[in-house]
């Protein structure tokens, strides 16, 4: 009996503090529906309106998942011509060892609508399609998945590549979807000043986490032009977000252990003094780095095959090695 009892006690104090640290949705302690496995991608369709149509994205979550227990959200969006699947396959979201407060996460790969060159693209670019509202596609997938499974609503991340990196960066600078996002983090992203132009209202300061490749020749290191459009700097991009999060002086700078990266090619910079309500901007310049997501493995799409873009590898793993743990470091 003595053994239940203090059984019963420790459960009873890890729930309360697990109770303060989480804001749990609707979704907690409700029947997994039908048709959806722990451990596996699962395809949602929103139904058409109107005025927006219909809408793809696919979820993961992870072998263990229990609807009892509040999980991190986690976005990830791929780039131009990019899907769900390939993304998916880039970002490596979905394994059940990726923790965040110390519960797998549930990875969500949306699927972009095809724009004006007949390729699949988000709000924002040049190229995206008219009239369709991709900040409401987010919101009503957040309220979907908080009221279907136990999501953490302080612990929502937004990830994203290429034109999937712009998107996260205006979701970023939209205040009404910005307040439900605890964290963001673009890769080889393209800033278009179609809709980054200084214009990026905020209502508070967020944790800003950036990887972009100096060799990358899509979405440049340095701006230029692409698609009929203008993209801002790297540089431009990261000092904007220093500056809307109030932090004072230049960047400390550090690399990868030696071991990991020999040449030093990744240096990282931190602007963390004095950031307001403790935000904080990281960026990542990779010397040699392509238009890629910085990990150790090619992606299977590419068949073994080191290529360009995508099918190079760097030094590091980004998922798992930097952005899950800067992501576990935020919450609303």
Not at 51 to 64: F, L
Not at 178 to 203: E, H
Request: glycine share 8%.
């Amino acid at each position: 009996m003595g053994q239940y009892l203090l059984l019963y006690c420790a459960s009873v104090l890890a729930l309360a503090a697990f109770s303060t640290a989480v804001i749990p949705s609707s979704g907690c302690g409700k029947v997994i529906p039908l048709g959806i496995v722990p451990g596996q991608t699962t395809p949602f369709q929103i139904a058409a309106t109107a005025d927006q149509p219909v809408r793809h994205y696919n979820v993961w979550i992870p072998a263990d998942f229990q609807n009892d227990r509040p999980h991190a959200v986690v976005f990830s969006f791929h780039g131009h011509n990019g899907d769900m699947a390939k993304q998916e396959d880039l970002s490596q979201f979905s394994q059940s060892e990726l923790l965040i407060n110390h519960s797998g996460i549930i990875a969500v790969y949306p699927q972009g609508i095809l724009g004006t060159d007949k390729e699949s693209a988000w709000q924002g670019a040049p190229y995206s399609a008219a009239g369709v509202d991709d900040i409401l596609f987010v919101k009503t997938m957040i309220s979907t998945l908080e009221d279907m499974f136990c999501v953490d609503s302080s612990r929502i991340y937004a990830a994203g590549k290429s034109n999937g990196g712009g998107f996260v960066n205006l979701l970023a600078c939209t205040p009404s979807i910005a307040a439900k996002i605890a964290a963001f983090a673009t890769v080889s992203a393209a800033f278009y000043t179609t809709t980054f132009n200084g214009d990026c209202p905020t209502n508070r300061a967020l944790p800003i986490l950036d990887f972009h490749g100096t060799n990358d020749t899509v979405a440049q290191y340095n701006g230029g032009h692409s698609h009929g459009a203008t993209e801002v700097s790297v540089d431009t991009f990261r000092l904007g977000w220093v500056s809307r999060n109030g932090c004072q002086g230049g960047p400390a700078i550090s690399y990868l252990p030696t071991e990991t990266d020999p040449e030093q090619l990744v240096e990282i910079q931190t602007w963390n003094t004095n950031c307001l309500a403790d935000s904080i901007v990281v960026g990542y310049k990779i010397t040699k780095g392509d238009h890629a997501w910085p990990r150790t493995t090619l992606p299977k799409k590419c068949n073994g095959v080191v290529s360009t873009h995508d099918c190079t590898t760097t030094v590091f793993d980004a998922t798992p090695s930097v952005i899950i743990p800067f992501f576990n470091k935020y919450t609303l």
